[in-house]
C-alpha cells in the first residue's frame, strides 16, 4: 500500500517519488483471512519496489533470532519446518515466500494459481477495509514528520484489531506462546559465530529448492 504525503519535504521529493509521480510512504502487511494484521513495516521511499522494502523489512527476523515459534507440517509427504507467506510474481522463490504462476499450462497449475491467487486477496482486502475505516488514509496525509505518519498508521492497524479481538470470546485456535516456550538462543560474544548463525537462518529462508518442492508439494496436493 502507498500512501501519499502531500507535505513531503522538497528535499525528499526525489526518494519518495514513484511510478504514481506522487510522493508516497510505503506499509508492507503480512494479513490472514479474518483481515488481522499479523505484521506491518511502514515508512520506507515510494520510489523503492517490493524488494527493497523486503530487504528493510523486519518479517523474517524472529526466524533469524530464534524467537519463531515450531512450525511443523507435511504436504505429499515431505516435511517443513518453516512457514510460508503468499506474496505476487515480484518476489524472490525463496522458501518462505510462495507466489503464484504466471502463465499456468496443465491443469494441476492453474487450479494452483487459481487458490493462491484467491488467497492472496486477503492483503487487498485488508487494505481496502482499513482505508474505508479510516479516512485519513484515503486523503493525502498532510503532516510533516515521518514518526507522526508512523504512529498513525499503526494506530489504525492496532484500533482495528482491539476492536476485532473484543467482538468474539475465541479468537481462535492459535494463541501466543508463553515467552519461555521459545528457547532464545545464546548468542556468542564470538562475531564470527554469530556472523555464521545469522548466515545459515538466511540460507534456509532464502533456498530455493525448498521453494520449488513446496510448491510442486502444493499443487499435488490439491
Not at 526525489?14 to 510512504?25: E, F, M, P, Q, Y
Not at 518453516?82 to 491443469?107: E, F, N, Q, V
Not at 494459481?113 to 485519513?136: P, S
Amino acid at each position: 500500500m502507498n500512501w501519499e504525503w502531500k507535505n513531503c519535504p522538497i528535499q525528499c521529493h526525489d526518494t519518495h517519488r514513484g511510478r504514481s509521480v506522487k510522493n508516497t510512504l510505503i506499509l508492507e502487511a503480512v494479513a490472514s483471512q479474518d483481515l488481522w494484521i499479523w505484521h506491518a513495516f511502514f515508512g520506507m521511499p515510494g520510489l523503492h519496489n517490493d524488494i527493497n522494502v523486503l530487504d528493510h523489512s523486519s518479517v523474517f527476523n524472529d526466524i533469524v533470532n530464534g524467537q519463531l515459534p515450531p512450525v511443523n507440517y507435511v504436504v505429499n509427504g515431505h516435511h517443513y519446518r518453516m512457514g510460508y507467506y503468499l506474496s505476487d510474481g515480484i518476489y524472490p522463490k525463496w522458501a518462505t515466500l510462495m507466489h503464484t504462476i504466471p502463465h499456468p499450462t496443465t491443469t494441476k497449475e492453474k487450479l494452483f494459481a487459481q487458490r493462491q491467487e484467491a488467497a492472496r486477496k486477503d492483503v487487498e482486502r485488508a487494505f481496502g477495509v482499513l482505508q474505508i475505516k479510516w479516512v485519513i488514509t484515503q486523503e493525502p496525509v498532510r503532516y510533516w514528520e515521518k514518526d507522526e505518519l508512523r504512529l498513525i498508521m499503526k494506530t489504525c492497524i492496532l484500533h482495528n484489531m482491539i476492536i476485532e479481538d473484543a467482538r468474539h470470546v475465541n479468537v481462535g485456535k492459535w494463541t501466543p506462546p508463553p515467552k519461555n516456550a521459545i528457547p532464545i538462543p545464546t548468542l556468542s560474544r564470538y562475531v564470527s559465530i554469530l556472523v555464521a548463525h545469522i548466515s545459515s537462518c538466511q540460507l534456509q529462508i532464502r533456498n530455493r529448492e525448498i521453494n520449488t518442492r513446496l510448491r510442486n508439494d502444493l499443487m499435488k496436493n490439491l
